[in-house]
């Protein structure tokens, strides 16, 4: 009897210590966006605080070359388009070291990249958030600067395969969440695929 009470709160030990652990991960995988100073591809320059009257912005890791990052621009730009009415504002921005803003807004005319896109200069954004390939999105709090979820728009994507419509939608059903005042499962959400970020 003593011995099963020992093991019970040995185990329930182990299962907290886990769960603080898990927390903690998840904590480390979704850090907060430092304030920034970034130029654009119009060469207009943007800080955090421009958009502190939006309930949140969305930034997606643009790269120029990459087919992944130019293929999944038309699922954020639908995505964009569906939640209008909700003051989020979709941004992008680059943090290659090979990518200058005549480059990108070289990019940006080719494909119609209709979007704002941040040059990470000093690539403090990709740094500070752990960023590693592009086409990944991130949803922010402009105001707490919290992250409330990175990962893939969809499921469309993938290496050297393209599906014609995604199953599972991970950027909606995260807005969904988050403008309901829920927590994102990032455990649920796969890693992204897209082209590597060199960080230096």
């Known amino acids: 009897m003593f011995k099963t009470q020992i093991l019970n709160k040995l185990a329930i030990s182990a299962l907290a210590v886990f769960a603080m652990a898990s927390a903690q991960a998840q904590d480390d995988w979704l850090r907060s966006i430092p304030d920034f100073e970034l130029s654009d591809q119009a060469n207009l320059t943007h800080s955090l605080s421009d958009y502190a009257d939006r309930e949140l912005i ?30 989020i504002e979709f941004l992008m921005f680059n943090s290659n070291i090979q990518d200058n803003i005549p480059r990108i807004a ?11 896109i941040l040059k990470d200069e000093g690539q403090t954004l990709a740094k500070t958030l752990g960023v590693e390939r592009t086409a990944e999105v991130f949803v922010v709090d402009p105001k707490t600067r919290e992250v409330f979820f990175r990962g893939p728009i969809n499921d469309k994507l993938g290496y050297e395969t393209q599906k014609n419509n995604a199953s599972a939608h991970y950027l ?22 897209g082209c590597l970020v060199a960080i230096f």
């Open 172 to 193: 909606k059903d995260a807005l969904d969440t988050v403008l309901a005042g829920g927590t994102v499962n990032m455990d649920e959400i796969p890693d992204s695929k």
């Open 106 to 116: 070289k990019e940006a005319d080719e494909f119609g990249i209709d979007f704002t």
């Open 58 to 87: 969305v930034f997606y890791v643009q790269g120029v070359g990459c087919p992944i990052a130019r293929i999944a621009v038309p699922s954020y730009r639908e995505i964009r388009a569906e939640y209008a009415s909700k003051n």
